[in-house]
């Protein structure tokens, strides 16, 4: 199957190994919202090399990644980063599998967007589900970031308490 969307957006990272699934995270709570025609979100996990590098299609013009990385920065804090800051060879998942080689070579076709959230605690080899409070916090702001990365103005989306559904205004 290839991704025939204008803008992809791909959650990456291992839920099993607690601030890692930062990115699976962001993922599943968009996919909760109504987005417009042309966006898909998906929650790639660890696959998403295979998902990113092999299965995009002419037609994606925008590429959004949601992925914890280590920069030093208090836990919590979100960046955006362009693929020409991410160091070659130092933005690995938990496999060990360097995305930074393949993203260079693909940001001439597409243009990458990096949202990247300062870990407090990757468990790795130690399984821990579940974001740590600081990451967690940080969830609602990397979702008005994926907005506006879409061209989606902050509050043209709202929650429909009574049925637990999304909706647009």
């Given at each position: 199957m290839m991704f025939e969307e204008e803008i992809l957006v791909v959650g990456c990272?291992?839920?099993?190994?607690q601030d890692d699934g930062f990115g699976p995270r962001v993922a599943q709570d968009l996919n909760n919202y109504e987005l417009p025609p042309g966006?898909?979100?998906?929650?790639?996990?660890t696959g998403a090399?295979?998902?990113?590098?092999?299965?995009l299609d002419e037609t994606c013009k925008k590429l959004i990644i949601l992925d914890c990385i280590h920069w030093g920065a208090k836990p919590g804090t979100l960046r955006k980063f362009s693929v020409d800051e991410l160091p070659k060879g130092k933005f690995i998942d938990a496999h060990n599998w360097t995305l930074s080689e393949p993203l260079?070579?693909?940001?001439?076709?597409?243009?990458?967007?990096?949202?990247?959230c300062q870990p407090a605690k990757v468990s790795d080899p130690d399984i821990e589900i579940g974001l740590t409070e600081e990451v967690e916090k940080a969830i609602p702001k990397a979702i008005e970031m994926v907005f506006e990365e879409i061209g989606i103005e902050h509050g043209t989306i709202r929650q429909d308490t009574r049925e637990n559904v999304w909706s647009t205004i």
């Open positions: 990272g291992n839920i099993l190994f966006i898909r979100v998906i929650d790639a996990g090399p295979h998902l990113i590098f092999t299965l260079h070579d693909l940001k001439d076709k597409v243009e990458i967007v990096v949202i990247g």
